[in-house]
């Protein structure tokens, strides 16, 4: 909230400093000011904000397929969700003990 005060609002901040990419959006403050105002007038649809918070709860990577596998290669990290409960064991490969 202090940020966007001081991004949108010229609400002066000691220990904020303008970060080039905004510095950049336009060669006025005005002009700055309404340009990142206009990035918070839509609202966000109620999927997408769930979808960024199961992910954000579940350290999970949130985007396409092609983007998930690129960070699994990169971090050897699983991006997506498991499923649930323990993995089945082939009937083969089990190992019975009878009393």
């Not at 005060?5 to 990419?21: G, K, M, V, Y």
């Not at 690129?70 to 190992?95: D, N, Y």
């Amino acid at each position: 909230m202090v940020r966007y005060a001081f991004h949108a609002q010229s609400r002066s901040d000691t220990l904020i400093t303008p970060h080039p990419l905004y510095l950049a959006i336009a060669n006025t403050t005005a002009a700055r000011q309404h340009a990142y105002r206009e990035l918070f007038h839509h609202h966000m649809d109620g999927t997408l904000l769930h979808d960024i918070r199961e992910a954000l709860n579940q350290e999970l990577v949130l985007g396409r397929d092609d983007f998930k596998d690129k960070i699994e290669q990169m971090t050897k990290r699983q991006t997506r969700k498991g499923q649930a409960g323990r993995p089945c064991i082939e009937e083969s490969l089990g190992v019975y003990y009878i009393d």
